[in-house]
C-alpha cells in the first residue's frame, strides 16, 4: 500500500526513542525536523540523510525557543504532519527530599516542554486539516512508584493535558497519542537521570526501593523495536489515544486501576454521605 511522505517533528532525538525513531522515519524517506541539546549527535544522520533531516539545537523549556523551532520545520518543510513530544529525563528522589529548583525543572521539561511544542505546532496542523501528535508517557504516568513522585507528578499531567487535547482538537482532524513505555534500555535511568540528595531517615525506604526497581527492571525493552512500532501507529487511521510498550504495562496497569475501582467501592458509602441529604420525594 502506498504511504505518502510524512513531515516529523521530534524532540530529544539525540539517544533512546528519540534518535531510533528519527532513523526509521528516514529510512523510509520521511523528512525530520529533529532537535536536541547537542544537534552535533546529529552529525551522522544529516550526513546520511541530506536534507531530509534539519537538525535544530533546541532547550524545550525555552518557550520563544521552542516556537522558533517549530516556525523553522515549517518553512523548511511546508507541513508538519507528526509531532513526537519525547525529550525528557527522570527525577529520582524522595517527596521530602526534591529541592523547589529540582521540582520545578522537572515538570519544566516533562510537562511545560510538551505544552509549548504542542501550542506551537497546533495552528499549522490546523491550517492544513489534521497532524498526528505524540506524547511520551510512561507506565509512569497512569500509575506511581516510591522514589519517583516528581516524574510520576510530571508524567501524570501530561496525561491529563493530552486526554483533553484530544478532545479539543478532534474537530479538526487531529489526532493525540499518548505512548506508555514500560522498562527499555534508554538513557532514561541513567546519565540523564537526576538524583536528589539523600535524606539519611530514608535510608532503609532507599534500600527496599532499589531491590524493588531492580526486580522491576530486570528485563529491559530494546528502544531500537519501537520504532516498528511507532510507524504502525502514524500509520494508522484511527490511532489510539494511549499505548503501552512492552509486555509488563498491561498486568501493572491491571492491578493498579482494579486496586483503585475496589476502594471507590468500598468507600461508596462515605462518599455517597460527604454529596449530603437528598431532598426529600415531593409527595402528592
Known amino acids: 500500500m502506498f504511504m505518502a511522505t510524512k513531515t516529523w517533528f521530534i524532540t530529544g532525538t539525540s539517544r533512546g526513542f528519540g534518535r ?62 507528526i509531532v513526537v513530544n519525547n525529550a525528557g529525563y527522570g527525577q529520582f528522589g524522595f517527596v521530602e527530599e526534591l529541592t523547589e529548583q529540582e521540582a520545578r525543572e522537572q515538570i519544566d521539561t516533562n510537562l511545560f516542554g510538551a505544552l509549548w511544542v504542542t501550542q506551537a505546532a497546533l495552528p499549522y496542523l490546523r491550517e492544513q486539516g489534521g497532524g498526528h501528535i505524540l506524547q511520551v508517557s510512561s507506565i509512569g504516568g497512569i500509575t506511581a512508584f516510591g522514589g519517583l513522585g516528581m516524574y510520576h507528578a510530571s508524567k501524570w499531567a501530561l496525561e491529563g493535558l493530552s486526554q483533553a487535547l484530544a478532545q479539543e482538537v478532534a474537530a479538526f482532524g487531529i489526532k493525540v497519542t499518548l505512548i506508555e513505555p514500560g522498562g527499555f534500555s534508554t538513557d532514561w535511568g541513567g546519565a540523564s537521570a537526576h538524583h536528589t540528595t539523600p535524606l539519611p531517615a530514608y535510608d532503609q525506604v532507599l534500600e527496599e526501593r532499589a531491590r524493588f526497581r531492580a526486580a522491576r527492571v530486570a528485563v529491559q525493552g530494546d528502544p531500537a523495536a519501537t520504532a516498528a512500532a511507532v510507524l504502525k501507529i502514524v500509520d494508522a487511521e484511527e490511532p489510539p489515544l494511549r499505548v503501552f510498550f512492552g509486555e509488563s504495562p498491561l498486568g501493572m496497569a491491571t492491578a493498579d486501576y482494579e486496586s483503585r475501582l475496589a476502594t471507590w467501592r468500598n468507600w461508596q458509602p462515605v462518599s455517597i454521605e460527604a454529596q449530603g441529604a437528598k431532598d426529600p420525594a415531593p409527595t402528592t
Not at 48 to 69: E, H, N, S
Open 20 to 81: 531510533e525513531w528519527t532513523t526509521a522515519a528516514l529510512d523510509r524517506g520521511d523528512k525530520v525536523a529533529a532537535t536536541a541539546r547537542d544537534v552535533s549527535s546529529l552529525d551522522d544522520l544529516a550526513a546520511k540523510y541530506g536534507d531530509a533531516l534539519l537538525p535544530i539545537q533546541l532547550d524545550v523549556t525555552d518557550r520563544g525557543a521552542v516556537f522558533a523551532a517549530v516556525r523553522q520545520a515549517q518553512e523548511q518543510f511546508g507541513r508538519l504532519d
